[in-house]
């Protein structure tokens, strides 16, 4: 079974301030992760993913995140926060070992990131 | 290049109606999942069609089914609808393979009265 931990509902920082949303995870095999972005009555947009290969991945607008597999971990971490980073992220994971080649994805249950000027 | 597009935007159905969901997947793509977004929650899968086949399931009764067609794009059935059944649906699309991104369309909202 493969799960998702997103421990904060809600996280609010300054705009120009370094974010980061917190992502913890368990596959009973090696993960792919990847981090998604909703706005609000949207689909989702990805963001980035973990495969393998350098624990620090660069996404789009701006994010990164740092798998830890010790910790079991892929936080989303952005420099600098922007107003408009504002929305619903959602952390997910696939087990590398999923019979089939299936590709489902267990989501967490979101962050709601609030970035103020 | 179009994206993954769903129809209908909207729909509001009563219990015990039927209803079909519809998905186009992206240019290029040949798998195509569905999830089910209740208020508040994150997506859950319901399943995924590949070469026209069911590939995976997720927690999700019979009450639930779908068909992908030739051309990849895909359908979703949910029969005896339930209150419970009220959630933005989701479709996604990728290339086959479990490390490859999904995409997601803007998804249909259901209503169940």
């Known amino acids: 079974a493969q799960s998702v931990a997103q421990p904060e509902d809600q996280v609010n920082v300054a705009e120009g301030n370094p974010l980061t949303v917190k992502c913890t995870y368990s596959?009973?095999?090696?993960?792919?992760l990847f981090w998604y972005v909703q706005y609000p009555n949207r689909g989702l947009q990805f963001l980035l993913k973990?495969?393998?290969?350098?624990?620090l991945v660069k996404g789009s607008y701006g994010f990164e995140a740092e798998f830890n597999k010790s910790q079991t971990s892929f936080h989303l971490k952005k420099p600098s926060a922007l107003v408009s980073d504002s929305a619903l992220y959602f952390c997910?994971?696939?087990?590398?070992?999923?019979?089939?080649?299936?590709?489902?994805?267990?989501f967490g249950t979101g962050t709601q990131l609030k970035v103020e000027l | 290049d179009a994206g993954v597009t769903q129809s209908p935007t909207h729909l509001i159905k009563t219990r015990g109606q039927q209803v079909t969901l519809r998905c186009s997947p992206k240019?290029?793509?040949?798998?195509v999942s569905w999830y089910q977004q209740a208020l508040g929650q994150g997506p859950q899968f319901i399943f995924q069609?590949?070469?026209?086949?069911?590939?995976q399931r997720g927690n999700f009764p019979d009450r639930f089914s779908g068909h992908q067609f030739p051309n990849y794009s895909s359908e979703l059935n949910v029969n005896a609808l339930l209150l419970g059944d009220s959630a933005l649906y989701l479709c996604?699309?990728?290339?086959?393979?479990?490390?490859?991104?999904?995409?997601f369309g803007p998804g249909t909202r259901l209503t169940v009265l």
């Open positions: 596959v009973s095999g090696n993960p792919y």
């Open positions: 997910a994971v696939r087990d590398r070992r999923t019979a089939g080649g299936g590709n489902k994805l267990t």
């Open positions: 240019s290029g793509h040949d798998t």
């Open positions: 996604a699309s990728s290339l086959v393979g479990a490390h490859n991104e999904q995409f």
């Open positions: 069609y590949y070469e026209e086949e069911e590939r």
């Open positions: 973990y495969i393998t290969g350098d624990n």
